[in-house]
């Protein structure tokens, strides 16, 4: 799991520096401000499996290990 999630932060930031090139060259305006929020859906996903609640435990912890 902690592969899906450092994939899932390389493509938001991936996006984010798409929808940087984007915004600058000026033409696709719309698909850059929908890249940066995809990227921000990503990050929130990761922060949501990563942070912990208030016991201490994160959810990716409580996943079983095989």
């Known amino acids: 799991m902690?592969?899906?999630?450092?994939?899932?932060?390389l493509?938001?930031?991936a996006l984010l520096a798409g929808a940087?090139?984007?915004w600058r060259k000026?033409?696709?305006r719309k698909?850059?401000?929908?890249?940066?929020?995809?990227?921000?859906?990503?990050?929130?996903?990761?922060?949501i499996w990563t942070v912990p609640q208030?016991?201490?435990?994160?959810p990716i912890e409580q996943i079983p290990q095989d």
């Open 2 to 9: 902690e592969i899906v999630l450092s994939i899932l932060v």
């Open 11 to 13: 493509a938001a930031f």
């Open 20 to 22: 940087a090139w984007l």
């Open 26 to 28: 000026g033409g696709a």
């Open 31 to 47: 698909q850059a401000s929908l890249m940066v929020v995809l990227a921000i859906v990503a990050l929130l996903n990761v922060a």
């Open 54 to 58: 208030p016991d201490g435990t994160a």
